[in-house]
């Protein structure tokens, strides 16, 4: 993995990003602050039935479970667990920065563009065919396309956002959204691999990027201790290099990071951190990691919405790419 510092390069050494080195005049991409597009929400949960109802159709209930377990794919989505508040969403429907605003806030933009970083966007099937040509033409030079979900769910789009990104000249990479409750780590790694998140050494794909934030379907922290996150985590990142060679990129919230890992430090000297923070720094970084490698620092950036900075320049981005 190469060091994203400063010139000179020091090879093999993870992720690190070229340290800003200059101020540009001011931020090139105008960014369209309109609100995120509003996600659909899943149907409101039926009244509990009576005791005596409940009774007489247990046993129909009970088998028409077996018979949905038995028949049902490995793409097959499961139920939501239930949201303390909100009525959750319906599976699949996660993307990056899906809690960030609600936790986190918004809390402005930065205020320049710093000469050492380069524009990057991330989408998902919110998204649809997107216009690469268009962000492409704005200065945006990587882009990061939601593969997968849990072990149920494929982007529709992927190959539409993938292909068309790299047609265009942008060096891209894949994500998978993170459902820690659902499956472990190992087998979520190998369901990301085999459908479009794993990595080749042709200078223009990056490593895959966990996508490990707030549940969108439940529990904040899917259920798991701290400790019990970190293994999920590590299981993940294991698998992912051993299948690939490369270790993945960790993209996270602070706030939810202590709140879920416990704040652990681990993995900041193998992974790169792409830290989700939408105000005009980066902010506190969680433990471990002294630099970021990429902020997403909007989610309402012109042409698709999620627009974030690589922290070094275009040579220091291929050179991540090139592993």
Known sequence: MPVHRPEPLRPRRPHLAGLPLALAPALGLALALAPPPARAAAADTPPPASAATSTATATGAAAAAATATAT???????????AAADTPAPRGSAHMGMGVAAHDGVHGLPLTTLATQTEGVDVSSHQGDVAWSTL????V??????????????????????????KVGMIRGAYHFATPDTTNGATQADYFVDRGGGWSHDGKTLPGA??????????ACYGKSPSGMVTWIRDFLNRYKARTGRDAVIYT????????????????SANPLWIARYASTVGELPAGWSYYTMWQYTS??????????????LDRLRALANG
């Open 253 to 268: 919230a602070t706030n939810w990071w202590k709140q879920c890992t416990g704040n652990y430090s681990g993995f900041a």
């Open 141 to 166: 030079k990587w882009a990061y396309v939601k593969a997968t979900e849990g072990t149920y769910y494929k982007n529709p789009y992927f190959t539409q956002q993938y292909n068309g990104s790299y």
């Open 300 to 313: 309402s950036g012109p042409t698709v919405g999620d627009h974030n900075r690589f922290n070094g320049a």
């Open 72 to 82: 049902a794919t490995a793409d097959t989505p499961p139920p939501a667990s239930p």
């Open 136 to 139: 492409w033409n704005s200065g």
């Open 210 to 219: 966990l996508d490990i934030e707030w549940n969108p379907y439940g529990d």
